[in-house]
């Protein structure tokens, strides 16, 4: 017969705080009540930071965030189209003058004048990048407009009148996220463009060493945030729509399975008339 007082070792071993539930009975009173409180501590601790997670990293936080994010990379790109700091030239024979030009206006600054503007006369006078440069950033200031205009029916929280308004607004979403990668291509093309051109004319060695050259100007690098920004605003965009899709398939599966009626077979069909 076995003792009363014998405990079998297997029921005793447990390796840090994870003993199981068998052997708390072999701990004295307060080491038991210790370990249900690291225990209940630990379950917690972990609802808390999924608890932070879920708010944190919602489908209704991220398409907030890809909304502003374009929003600011379309008022870059409207900066940017307008403004003439696209190339500078600063000659050292006369650093008083100051050369600006964009797509739109070539600018000077003299100390005693100030800045002075000037359009381009003639449409056909361009040169062929800064022709091709405009066309470029009106499509992307007009298709980044768009993408907001479109956007903003398809957030969470906005009532459309419609019975099927999750499918609508996942549709619009993805429109909108389609329209902002074409504006942010549409803007990091042109900036490109005029960068390389630049970069060739600089260093063309047929120029003598004293002419001046033009150089990049602060419109290049705002064009290139620019572009990056609509970019991964419509990237957002596409990451919200998977976590919507994501939460709608756990709430689903979440639900109870309700009994379906099974149908009658032939058989039983027959008995019944009979």
């Known amino acids: 017969m076995r003792q009363a007082g014998w405990v079998s070792p297997s029921a005793t071993t ?84 100051n050369w600006y030009s964009g797509l739109w206006h070539i600018c000077i600054f003299a100390e005693e004048v100030g800045m002075q503007c000037k359009a381009f006369e003639s449409l056909m006078a361009l040169p062929m990048d800064l022709l091709a440069s405009r066309v470029l950033m009106l499509v992307s200031v007009g298709t980044g407009a768009l993408a907001v205009v479109v956007a903003f029916p398809g957030l969470e929280g ?41 970069l060739v004319e600089f260093w063309d060695e047929n120029l003598p060493d004293v002419v001046p050259r033009w150089e990049y100007g602060e419109a290049m690098f705002s064009g290139w945030f620019a572009g990056l920004f609509l970019v991964i605003g419509g990237s957002l965009f596409f990451v919200a729509v998977c976590m919507a899709d994501h939460d709608r398939q756990q709430r689903v599966a979440s639900l109870p399975n309700t009994p379906q009626e099974k149908p009658r077979s032939q058989y039983y069909l027959k008995t019944e008339v009979l």
């Open 14 to 97: 447990g390796e840090g705080d994870g003993l199981p539930s068998h052997s708390l009975a072999v701990l004295q009173p307060g080491q038991r009540e210790g370990q249900r409180k690291k225990q209940k501590e630990c379950e917690e601790c972990k609802q808390r930071r999924l608890t932070l997670k879920m708010v944190l990293l919602t489908a209704k936080i991220m398409e907030r965030t890809a909304l502003f994010v374009i929003f600011g990379g379309l008022v870059t790109t409207l900066v940017t189209t307008f403004i003439p700091l696209w190339k500078t030239l600063n000659s050292e024979l006369n650093e008083v003058e």
């Open 158 to 198: 906005v009532e459309l009148g419609s019975g099927r308004q999750q499918g609508l607004k996942r549709g619009l979403l993805i429109v909108s996220g389609v329209l902002s990668w074409v504006s942010g291509l549409t803007t990091l093309a042109p900036v490109s463009l005029v960068a390389y051109v630049t």
